[in-house]
Every structure is written in C-alpha cells, then in structure tokens.
C-alpha cells in the first residue's frame, strides 16, 4: 500500500521557519522524483521545489528561492522541506508528491496546512 505522509506543518509568525517532512512507503523511493507543491485558498495547486534520484538535482519555485530548501534521505525514504523567513503567502497546504521515472506514476500525500501569521 502506497502512502506519503506529510508532518510538521502548524502556526508560526512571520520570518519563522518550519521544516516539513513527508514519508513514503509502498515503493521504491530511491526511482521517484519527490516535489512539494502547495494550495492556498482559492488558488491553484503550484510546484514549490523538486528534488530528482539519483542525483539530488533541485529546482524552485521563484517565489521561495532563497529561503526554501528540499532535500531527501533515500535510506529513511523521506523527503523535506526547509521553510525559512516564512511570509504571510506562503500559507497553503503543503502536499508531497512522487513520480516514478520510469512509468510516470504519481501519488500524492494528504497535505499538511502552514499558516504564517501574528
């Protein structure tokens, strides 16, 4: 069965910082590329940042350059997002997602709300 599950979303104020993480089971996660995308209200999903395998190659969203960071542990079968100098638009929920490099199957994770605000 497959799952990713997000944690380590919640409340923090502007200019904090948050790391999220996502854990994948049910595949083999070193053949997936690992993205965090994010869904603010009324708003269109959008990519956040991509991490490819093998490789470790990144890609960001223009929006977060700078201040985010995704990295990957392969032996824990995780994912992360380091959020720092958090503003008030980057309040979404936050999903993770994987797709095979070599099929093209995807799966998406429950998403985790992040809400940056006083």
């Known amino acids: 069965q497959v799952q990713l599950v997000e944690s380590g979303g919640g409340l923090v104020q502007p200019g904090g910082s948050l790391r999220l993480s996502c854990a994948a089971s049910?595949?083999?996660?070193?053949?997936?590329?690992m993205s965090w995308y994010r869904q603010a209200p009324g708003k269109e999903r959008e990519l956040v940042a991509v991490?490819?395998?093998?490789?470790?190659?990144?890609n960001y969203a223009d929006s977060v350059k700078g201040r985010f960071t995704i990295s990957r542990d392969n032996a824990k079968n995780t994912v992360y997002l380091q959020m720092n100098s958090l503003k008030p638009e980057d309040t979404a929920v936050y999903y993770c997602n994987a797709v095979s490099r070599l099929s093209g199957e995807t799966y998406w994770g429950q998403g985790t709300q992040v809400t940056v605000s006083s």
């Open positions: 049910g595949f083999i996660f070193s053949r997936y590329t």
């Open positions: 991490i490819t395998s093998p490789g470790g190659l990144t």
